[in-house]
C-alpha cells in the first residue's frame, strides 16, 4: 500500500515537499516514481528513481527543480519540488514496480495522489 501526502496551494517560485509511505511490503525491492496528471491531460512521468536509491530519472520539465528521494530504512519515498511554476499543477501519484520507466503501465501499485496547485 502506497500513501502519498504534502500536497497543497503554493505561490509560483515556491516549494513543496511530497512524502508517500509505503506498507505492507519490502519497500526497497522496488523502483518508485512520481507521476502526475494534470485536468484534461493524461498521466505524465515527473521523476523515478532505483531500487537502491543509486539512480535518479527526471522528466525534461522538472529537471533542476525536482528531486526524487527515498529513505529505504523509513519506507518512505520523497519529492522536493522547487521554483513551482502553474503548469506544475497537478494530481501527484507515486507507483512502484520491480524496475524503474517511465511508462506508468510498468509500475503495480499506485498511492492515491495529492493535489499540488501552483498560483501565479
Known amino acids: 500500500q502506497l500513501q502519498a501526502f504534502g500536497g497543497g496551494l503554493v505561490q509560483a517560485g515556491g516549494s513543496l515537499k511530497l512524502s508517500c509511505a509505503a506498507s505492507?511490503?519490502?519497500?526497497?525491492?522496488?523502483?518508485m516514481g512520481w507521476f502526475r496528471q494534470a485536468p484534461g491531460k493524461d498521466r505524465e512521468f515527473v521523476a523515478g528513481?532505483?531500487?537502491?536509491?543509486?539512480?535518479?530519472y527526471y522528466a525534461n520539465s522538472v529537471k533542476g527543480r525536482f528531486t526524487i528521494s527515498r529513505d529505504n530504512a523509513k519506507n518512505t519515498l520523497y519529492l522536493q519540488m522547487n521554483s513551482l511554476k502553474p503548469e506544475d499543477t497537478a494530481v501527484y501519484y507515486c507507483?512502484?514496480?520491480?524496475?524503474?520507466?517511465?511508462?506508468?503501465?510498468?509500475?503495480?501499485?499506485w498511492g492515491q495522489g495529492t493535489l499540488v496547485t501552483v498560483s501565479s
Open positions: 505492507g511490503r519490502t519497500f526497497s525491492n522496488y523502483a
Open positions: 507507483a512502484a514496480g520491480r524496475l524503474f520507466a517511465t511508462s506508468s503501465t510498468r509500475y503495480d501499485y
Open positions: 528513481v532505483t531500487r537502491s536509491g543509486g539512480n535518479t
